[in-house]
């Protein structure tokens, strides 16, 4: 079974830098796309920052200039620094992920559970 999981959030003040991590587990052979969506309470899910190659990222207008996705091993997938946090940024955030793995194989989209981000002072 493939599954994503997310470490990193916290409380932090404005201004202030988080790091969060997607680890992955199971078997899977190819990830085509990895992402970092947000939800904060009673609003909808949005994208945050998506990869799915070395120089095809993407960023929401809200984050750019201030959030950076990148990918390391196939055991932490994707991770997104986050700097000059700003209260607005409050939400959990999703590991997301499009891979070809599990038993038997096949190409899914993927959820992690999420990890709450708080950004207040």
């Known amino acids: 079974q493939v599954q994503f999981v997310e470490s990193g959030g916290g409380l932090v003040q404005p201004g202030g830098s988080l790091r969060l991590s997607c680890a992955a587990s199971?078997?899977?052979?190819?990830?085509?796309?990895m992402g970092w969506y947000r939800q904060a309470p009673g609003k909808q899910r949005e994208l945050v920052a998506t990869?799915?190659?070395?120089?095809?990222?993407n960023y929401s207008d809200s984050v750019k200039g201030r959030f950076t996705i990148t990918r390391d091993s196939a055991k932490n997938p994707v991770y997104l620094q986050m700097n000059a946090l700003k209260p607005e940024d409050t939400a959990a955030y999703y590991c997301n992920a499009d891979a070809y793995g599990g038993s038997p194989p096949a190409r899914n989209n993927y959820w992690g559970q999420g990890t709450q981000v708080t950004v207040s002072s």
């Open positions: 199971g078997s899977f052979f190819k990830i085509y796309a």
């Open positions: 990869l799915a190659s070395v120089d095809r990222t």
